[in-house]
């Protein structure tokens, strides 16, 4: 099948002012930088179809074009969308909500004495519904940006109005300027349901007759739909391209056995784990469903070792199917990274395969398949390896220590919700889960003392899910201040004061949480999705546990130490080697996009209206019809090299250890489907320097970073480890549909 990109009409994207429908082309003014918004705003149509270079940036997604009101005159402006810092991909309320960084610059304004008694310009942001107006700040008619303060409303308005001092707390002056933020011209699906697609899907109208929980071999059935969301017009016929693919212990070998709780493994200098992939029984929604899990556990064996040690790892694949480990992460020799035609050759079934793993970093890594990822890794084939400091003063003092794995689950009435045989099906969007699970139970509970200071180590395991998690009292809601203090291969420069904690596929988190008095508080995932039906914002909250405190305080109060924010040294020095690189030159850069072509007519239709505006994070699965349906063998994600144009396993990078090079990544949004993707690279270490020229105040080794929907980061890659490493997204339904390629590292011993 050829697929091309699909280029779609631009629906009025910036400001206030909404034109016709129609595309426009306006090339990107290159003598602005990317944090900050030209006084003319450009309307880029999509760039995906570009055989080469980097696509337009994503103006409408951070700029907002401020229009005169009456006595605003001849006036105009902008406002630009920036990223507060954080230690995460995103910055977000505890509520999910998105956090931007205004400042607006702006000319041509009336002398305010003109309009009354005022003598200043006060900026404002409103929600849709105009209540509460929060002040930002002054605005000046100077040359120059007024920097003003955060808003988190999901959908606002900005308004520039003339004042009598820059004190005020309430608007009461003429307005002069206004504009709507980009969130705010999201285009409802309703006219679809006038739209022919409704005759025009793919399969008939029995082909899920499957959903009926008596009939479980007849073939596909409807995934379960996402409550208070209605389904699109047309989308009743339609089932994936593939066949369904239900994996389970041959019959042969008799029930398998009940999965049991994760176990502790120690291993010193030179020890060996036996780890073996199987099936597993286990309990999940009141039923009894066969899944996968190492040596019978799930999560697998969390395996702790310490820095700049070795062990060996004897697999043996008890599955049907090829697979490989891949140990997430770790800067280990190339022939043991468990990627299957590029380091080692699958482990059929039945075989077995002898791992060596270096570990020259702590941190807190993960091993899961590199195989159809999509289906092992979702049926639970993961664990948690924790790497320790040398020093043991490396870390600040707690009491106790919990080791997180964050997963969701698709499950129906059946179990688990099919696969596709032939290619991954969920392609769109990646497979969302029904069920959240915390070290794969549904519930997590934990027993503490009031005072308790406790280290999580949090993994994201999802296949697509980023979650966004805090601590909340159980009766009223009220937020726990957490401290973060480690990410992906390690501490951060400086420990960092947040609510809540934001991880992608893939990335790892470590944070402090001091739990001060009795009674309990809950672990809580809180989001913003979007009704894509109606064009609005949906708000997802699912307790994924609970702590209860009770009894007396630990002996020993942390306290002060938990208040203290650290600046680990050690790592400052480690970094300091590589600050002279900050301002190089781009070495490469990664345009990431979606091709898709002859889609049914009912999403490419819905997509359409999605083009005007994408969520940097779409957070929660609320368009299940639409993402199941579409295969691995309909869409193609790409990274593409934007000097040669080369996509995917074409990419030809080439390095020598000890290199140290820059790399920028555009997630664009001119894609048919832009949404953040968890980018990854084998076998080395970064540095996240920016995000839409933003520098990072929060800088510490990663191996994946979370890439929002029309951002462009840039990072700088460290080249230590010899081989041929692969760099992919960790959807792992985005890595089925071709969005990775490998790189070769040359040189070392």
């Known amino acids: 099948m050829v697929l091309r990109p699909i280029t779609l009409l631009l629906l009025g ?115 849709l519904s105009l209540d509460p107006v929060v002040r930002l700040g002054e605005v000046t008619g100077a040359p120059g940006t007024s920097d ?52 025009q899907g793919r399969g008939s109208a029995d082909a899920h007759a499957g959903h009926d929980p008596a009939a479980p071999d007849s073939g596909w059935a409807m995934p379960p739909g996402y409550p208070g969301v209605e389904m699109l017009p047309g989308m009743m016929e339609l089932i994936p391209g593939v066949s369904p693919l239900r994996p389970s212990a041959p019959d042969a070998a008799g029930p398998p056995p009940m999965v049991r709780p994760r176990e502790v493994v120690r ?48 697999f043996t694949n008890e599955t049907p199917f090829p697979t490989a480990i891949h140990w997430h992460g770790i800067r280990l020799d190339n022939p043991f990274d468990g990627v299957p035609g590029v380091t080692q050759e699958a482990v059929p079934p039945g075989g077995r395969f002898q791992y060596r793993i270096h570990f020259p970093d702590e941190g807190i890594y993960w091993y899961h398949p590199h195989h159809r990822e999509d289906v092992q890794q979702e049926m639970g084939l993961y664990g948690n390896l924790r790497v320790d400091p040398p020093d043991p003063d490396a870390w600040s003092p707690v009491h106790r220590e919990e080791v997180l794995m964050l997963d969701d689950l698709l499950v129906d009435e059946r179990g ?50 980023t979650f966004n998690l805090s601590f909340q009292r159980t009766d009223d809601g009220e937020t726990l201040p957490l401290k973060v203090v480690a990410t992906d291969v390690g501490r951060f420069e400086h420990e960092h004061r947040t609510q809540s904690v934001v991880l992608g596929p893939a990335e790892r988190y470590v944070v402090d949480v001091r739990f001060p008095e009795a009674g309990s508080w809950t672990l809580v995932n809180h989001v913003q999705g979007i009704n894509h039906r109606r064009g609005a914002y949906l708000e997802e909250r699912t307790e994924l546990g609970t702590v209860t405190l009770a009894g007396e305080p630990p002996a020993r109060d942390l306290t002060e130490a938990f208040e203290a924010l650290r600046t680990h040294d050690d790592v400052v020095a480690d970094i300091d080697a590589f600050r002279s690189h900050f301002d190089d030159s781009v070495a490469h850069e990664l345009v990431m996009e979606l091709e898709a072509d002859s889609l049914p007519m009912a ?47 074409d990419i030809d990078w080439r390095f020598r250890v000890g290199d140290v090079v820059k790399i920028r ?84 011993s």
């Open 13 to 127: 994207l910036c400001g206030a002012s909404v034109g016709p429908l129609g595309a426009q082309t306006v090339a990107a003014p290159t003598d602005v930088p990317l944090a900050t918004c030209p006084m003319d705003v450009p309307r880029p149509t999509s760039a995906a179809g570009a055989a080469s270079g980097p696509p337009e940036p994503a103006w409408d997604l951070r700029c907002i074009e401020l229009i005169p009101a009456a006595a605003g005159g001849d006036a105009r402006g902008v406002a630009t969308l920036a990223r507060p810092s954080s230690p995460f991909g995103v910055t977000v309320t505890p509520e999910g909500r998105h956090v931007y960084a205004l400042s607006v610059r702006a000319e041509g304004l009336p002398d305010p004495e003109s309009l009354g008694p005022y003598t200043v310009f006060v900026a404002w942001a409103t929600p």
């Open 416 to 465: 688990v919700v099919p696969f596709g045989a032939e290619a991954a099906t969920h392609a769109l969007m990646g497979r969302f889960g029904t069920m959240l699970l915390v070290n794969g139970e549904p519930s997590y509970t934990l027993q503490a003392r009031p005072g308790e200071v406790v280290r999580f180590f949090l993994t994201n395991a999802a296949n697509t899910r």
């Open 267 to 314: 291993l010193p200098d030179g020890g060996t784990l036996d780890l073996t992939a199987g099936f597993v029984r286990k309990h999940v929604a009141g039923r009894e469903i066969e899944m996968l899990a190492f040596n019978g556990q799930h999560p697998g064996p969390l395996i702790q070792v310490e820095a700049n040690t070795t062990i060996f790892v004897n």
């Open 665 to 748: 990544v555009h997630n664009d949004r001119g894609s048919f489907h832009a949404m953040q993707h968890p980018l990854h690279i084998h076998g080395q270490r970064f540095l996240v320097l920016s995000q839409n020229g933003m520098p990072n105040e929060h800088l510490a080794w990663k191996d994946t970073v979370l890439l929002p929907a029309g951002s462009t980061t840039d990072i700088l890659l460290e080249l230590s480890n010899p081989g041929r490493w692969m760099v992919h997204c960790h959807i792992a339904e985005h890595l089925e549909a071709g969005m990775r390629f490998v790189f070769e590292v040359e040189g070392g």
């Open 148 to 199: 003003l303060g955060t808003v988190s409303f999901s959908q606002f308005l900005v308004l520039v109005s003339a004042e009598a001092s820059a004190d005020v707390t309430e608007r009461e002056g003429p307005l002069v300027l206004r504009g709507r933020s980009p969130s705010s011209l999201m285009e409802a699906h309703d006219l679809l349901a006038l739209a022919p697609s409704a005759a």
């Open 603 to 649: 999403i490419e239709q819905s997509m359409g209206y999605d083009w005007a505006y994408f969520n940097p994070v779409e957070w929660t699965g609320t368009m299940p019809m639409m993402n199941w349906v579409i295969s691995a063998d309909d869409v193609r994600w790409v990274l593409r090299d934007a000097s040669t144009g080369r996509e995917n396993m």
